[in-house]
C-alpha cells in the first residue's frame, strides 16, 4: 500500500516554472513506477510523465516534452515534477501516481493503482 501526497502548485505567470512534489509513504516506494496526471476543468485526466522505480527511464506526454522534468528520490520517498516555460494550457489539477514496474510505458490512468489528492497549478496569461 502506497499513499501520496502532492504540494507546490500554485498561481504562476505564463513561461514561470513550479516544482511539484509528491510524497510517499510505505516501504515499497523505492519498488514502483510513478507518474504525474492533471486534469483540467471539463477535460479527463491526461498523462504528463512516468520514471521508472530506479528513475533511469522516463517518458512525457508530448505536450511538456521539453518543458517538463520527472526525476525521484528514493532515499526521500518524493517524486519531483518541474514545470518549466509555463503555458496557461497547463493549468489543471495535477496528482500523481504510482504502479508496480511494468515491461512497457504505462500512460493510462486506469493503469495506476495509487494517487494522491492532487494538486492545483494556475497559470494566468
Known amino acids: ?3 501520496l ?3 507546490g502548485g500554485g498561481l504562476v505567470q505564463a513561461g514561470g516554472s513550479l516544482r511539484l512534489s509528491c510524497a510517499a509513504s510505505g516501504r515499497t516506494f523505492s519498488s514502483y513506477t510513478m ?3 492533471r486534469q483540467a476543468p471539463g477535460r479527463e485526466r491526461e498523462f504528463v510523465a512516468t520514471i521508472s522505480w ?3 527511464s522516463t517518458y512525457y506526454a ?3 516534452k521539453g518543458r517538463f522534468t520527472i526525476s525521484r528520490d528514493n ?5 519531483y515534477l518541474q514545470m518549466n516555460s509555463l503555458k496557461p494550457e497547463d493549468t489543471a489539477v495535477y496528482y500523481c501516481a504510482a504502479r ?3 515491461r512497457v510505458v504505462v500512460t493510462t490512468v486506469s493503469g495506476y493503482d495509487y494517487w494522491g489528492q492532487g494538486t492545483q497549478v494556475t497559470v494566468s496569461s
Do not use: I, L, Y
Not at 532515499?75 to 517524486?79: I, P
Open 5 to 7: 501526497v502532492e504540494s
Open 100 to 102: 508496480p514496474p511494468a
Open 35 to 37: 507518474g504525474w496526471f
Open 1 to 3: 500500500q502506497v499513499q
Open 75 to 79: 532515499a526521500k520517498n518524493t517524486v
Open 62 to 64: 508530448d505536450s511538456v
Open 54 to 56: 530506479r528513475g533511469g
